[in-house]
């Protein structure tokens, strides 16, 4: 058996997709469609032991690349780090399995009857819908209605999409009843994601019912409080922070309250990149954030192309953030597809942006003199993904098949939007004229 498969994401990490009636384990996977005959058979066990689930269980302890999977198998073939938390099989396995050794073998795990089956919820994620006051530059109406409404206006949704958004009272009280009688007794984390989750009704209704749900229950054996996080734009409208903020206030009593606030850039770039921000209502909203004591911080960027060549200067922005306030993680996530926004479309001309971004996230790990372990891992991984970019395009020329994709995707973009690419990223003129070149 190849260790090389195994992953605890797929035994521990439930995700409902409520607004269009899905659900899987791990974001990076296919959704399941849910079958409402199959839930009222299987009850519970449904969100917990899915069919489907299983066999993916299956597969990665028999050391097979499940095709679900592929996005990680990827990413890793191409020398990244994945998503796979591979590391802390064993410990999240021993949550699972209260009896299991720490001296096994992954190669015994299959072995172990019912190891397939999950007794243990640690990470619990929640899609409320696509409601959002923003198209990012590489998002799309999955999770975006702004983007939802801009394809539907030039007819380039897809057939399907339009049936999608029809919540059902049935499956939305099956997965209540399934948090409070199993997950909530485990769970140590429950993320909540948009769309843009704090501009959505539906947020404080999912916050309504956790806080009546653990009200009603006896205090559970872990001491730590759970986790409540949510990725948020931090475009947020003034009132609505405060809903927000007079929530965290009544939810402190049984959860702690983490706000990962993604925005890779600075000034007109964020704006051009997350069209729809406000830059002032973001920055002003991110001191607001800073100075609640009922939240915890953490910065969540997307590394996109577009951001590269000033990566440095955000990362001056959280640094001062840091000695302003206090230091807090900051995750490294990067744009794969849509392929013209991946930053491994950069080229050799853009490996000192990389270099002055690593210098400056050096500054960050050094000016941190107070370590604590988890956040310092968060830098590392953020260290070790420029590390991984820079090793890939150092040597890279520009190459026009690129060059035409980036053209083509932003032409357009800027004809629908009425912005300028090359005016507010002129570091991307070379390879915007180079495309529209080869483009005619």
């Known amino acids: 058996m190849s260790e090389h498969t195994l992953c605890s994401r797929p035994w521990d990490i439930p995700i409902y997709y409520s607004y269009n009636n899905s659900f899987s384990y791990c974001s990076k996977t296919p959704k399941i469609k849910i079958d409402t005959e199959l839930l009222q058979k299987l009850g519970d066990n449904f969100w917990s032991n899915h069919p489907d689930i299983l066999d993916r269980r299956k597969s990665l302890l028999q050391g097979r690349r499940h095709s679900d999977c592929e996005a990680c198998w990827k990413l890793e073939d191409n020398g990244f780090k994945s998503a796979r938390n591979v590391d802390d099989v064993h410990y999240f396995m021993r949550r699972n399995i209260k009896d299991l050794s720490w001296e096994t073998a992954w190669s015994e795990f299959q072995a172990i009857p019912n190891i397939e089956y999950s007794n243990y919820t640690n990470n619990l994620e929640i899609f409320l819908n696509n409601t959002c006051d923003a198209k990012c530059t590489y998002c799309n109406e999955s999770y975006s209605s702004l983007w939802e409404s801009e394809k539907r206006r030039f007819n380039e949704l897809p057939l399907n999409f339009a049936k999608s958004k029809i919540k059902n009272k049935e499956i939305e009280t099956s997965f209540w009843n399934w948090y409070k009688n199993k997950a909530s007794k485990t769970v140590c984390r429950v993320g909540f994601m948009g769309g843009e989750p704090l501009i959505q009704d539906e947020l404080y209704e999912c916050f309504d019912k956790l806080i009546d749900i653990h009200t009603s229950l006896e205090p559970r054996d872990d001491p730590e409080p759970i986790e409540i996080y949510i990725v948020s734009n931090l475009n947020t409208p003034n009132a609505l922070l405060d809903k927000f903020l007079k929530y965290a206030e009544k939810l402190k009593k049984y959860f702690k309250i983490k706000l990962q606030v993604s925005g890779e850039a600075l000034g007109l770039r964020l704006e051009y990149i997350r069209f729809g921000v406000e830059y002032k209502q973001w920055q002003n909203n991110i001191h607001k954030i800073f100075k609640n004591q009922n939240i915890e911080v953490a910065f969540q960027p997307t590394i996109n192309l577009l951001s590269l060549p000033t990566l440095d200067k955000y990362l001056k922005f959280f640094l001062d953030l840091c000695l302003e306030y206090r230091f807090v993680k ?37 000016s941190d003199q107070e370590f604590e372990k988890q956040r310092a891992k968060s830098y590392t991984r953020f260290l070790d993904g420029l590390s991984k970019i820079k090793t890939f395009i150092f040597a890279k020329d520009l190459r026009l098949e690129e060059a035409k994709l980036f053209y083509q995707y932003f032409s357009i973009l800027d004809t629908r939007r009425k912005t300028n690419l090359v005016n507010c990223f002129p570091e991307f003129k070379e390879m915007y004229e180079q495309g529209a070149q080869y483009e005619c």
């Open 330 to 366: 900051l995750y490294f996530n990067t744009v794969s597809y849509p392929l013209p926004q991946s930053p491994m479309l950069a080229y050799k001309k853009f490996t000192p942006h990389i270099d002055d971004a690593i210098t400056t996230l050096n500054k960050i790990i050094e």
